[in-house]
């Protein structure tokens, strides 16, 4: 959340707010380590572990990327990678992402960056 300097009490932004009522069942934001869960229909016995991320900033405006379809209305995250990436199919290496917001689950303290 970005807050206000130079207050004696902080208060949100006026873009946060207007963010936070215009998406109210978004749970992450900047900063966010998480874990991307990976779509595995296609690949239902790969041993690929979810990679671990941290969310870099809003992935909307960019348009469709490698884990979010252009088609979805889930806000999008751009996530770095905490080691490079190979995808279930064998692309890769990839530093960043843009996913789904569905696709992501915040990481426990244990495997965060």
């Known amino acids: 959340m970005i807050w206000k300097r130079g207050k ?14 215009g998406d109210p069942r978004s749970v992450f934001g900047v900063g966010a380590q998480v874990i991307v869960r990976l779509d595995r229909h296609a ?12 969310i870099v900033s809003s992935g909307e405006g960019h348009g469709a990327g490698l884990f979010a379809p252009a088609t979805t209305r889930d806000p999008i995250w751009e996530v ?4 490079p990436f190979f995808a279930l199919d064998g692309s890769g290496p990839f530093d960043t992402a843009r996913v789904r917001e569905s696709s992501l689950a915040h990481a426990p303290e244990a495997l965060a960056l």
Request: charged share 30%; aromatic share 6%.
């Open 8 to 21: 004696s009490q902080a208060e949100p932004t006026t873009e946060t707010v207007e963010r936070a009522v």
């Open 43 to 54: 690949y239902p016995d790969s041993m690929i572990e979810d990679p671990i991320a941290v």
């Open 80 to 83: 770095r990678f905490e080691t």
